[in-house]
């Protein structure tokens, strides 16, 4: 069993940053793709950035150029650095890690969700 928990969620004015962690415990035998998430009221959950374990990123074209990944391999977590935030970032954004376990089966984690707020 895998478990992931975020942190760095909360409320922040426009053109705020924030920083969102994930921090994955339990027993694998190797965490390859880690993603975040987000949900906003009334829409379907969309992935906001990937990045894999060897360092290729993605991003939601939306947040380009504002919102940095990252990872350290050594902690088992994952970040998400968000800059120049707007009203339209606020959504509960959730961490995702696709695991190989040690029984050498692919298995998908989500994290519990953080909200993220941007309003004046």
């Known amino acids: 069993q895998v478990h992931l928990v975020e942190s760095g969620g909360g409320l922040v004015q426009p053109g705020g940053s924030l920083r969102l962690s994930c921090a994955a415990s339990?027993?694998?035998?190797?965490?390859?793709?880690m993603a975040w998430y987000r949900q906003a009221p009334g829409n379907q959950r969309e992935p906001v950035a990937t990045?894999?374990?060897?360092?290729?990123?993605n991003y939601k074209d939306s947040v380009k150029g504002r919102f940095t990944i990252s990872r350290d391999n050594a902690k088992n977590t994952v970040y998400l650095q968000m800059n120049s935030l707007k009203p339209e970032d606020t959504a509960v954004y959730s961490c995702n890690a696709k695991v190989l376990s040690v029984g050498m089966v692919t298995q998908y984690y989500w994290g519990q969700g953080t909200q993220v707020t941007v309003s004046a």
């Open positions: 339990g027993r694998w035998f190797t965490i390859n793709d």
């Open positions: 990045i894999t374990r060897s360092g290729v990123i």
